[in-house]
């Protein structure tokens, strides 16, 4: 069993930028690759971006490459997500999530998930 914590949403301006962290627990959380995915009102669960659990490979949805950068820190049980350039549009429910697995692109592929927090870009 992995538990992921989620913080660090809350309300900015567009043009402006927030660092998501997520906090895990339990298992050995270098295992798994972990991702970050979003939700917003009347949407689907999206991806947003992936790491590899060594760090070495990172994956990102086209709406956020360039302005987004996922890592993680093993040592330390957290995986970050740095969003900068902040648009309208990225307002939503962001989720963190982990997997033992390599199915990194769709919400199916994770066995573990944060309970979610929320970013709100104004404009």
């Known amino acids: 069993q992995v538990r992921l914590v989620d913080s660090g949403g809350g309300l900015v301006q567009a043009g402006g930028f927030l660092r998501l962290s997520c906090a895990a627990s339990?298992?050995?959380?270098?295992?798994?690759?972990m991702g970050w995915f979003r939700q917003a009102p009347g949407k689907e669960r999206e991806f947003v971006a992936a790491?590899?659990?060594?760090?070495?490979?990172?994956y990102y949805a086209d709406s956020v490459k360039g302005r987004f950068t996922i890592s993680r820190d093993n040592a330390k049980n957290t995986v970050y997500l740095q969003m900068n350039s902040l648009k309208p549009e990225d307002t939503a429910v962001y989720y963190c999530?982990?997997?033992?697995?390599?199915?990194?692109?769709?919400?199916?592929?994770?066995?573990?998930w944060g309970q979610g927090t929320q970013v709100t870009v104004s404009s």
């Open positions: 339990g298992r050995t959380f270098s295992g798994y690759a």
């Open positions: 790491i590899t659990w060594s760090g070495g490979w990172t």
């Open positions: 999530a982990a997997t033992p697995g390599t199915t990194i692109y769709t919400p199916s592929g994770y066995n573990y």
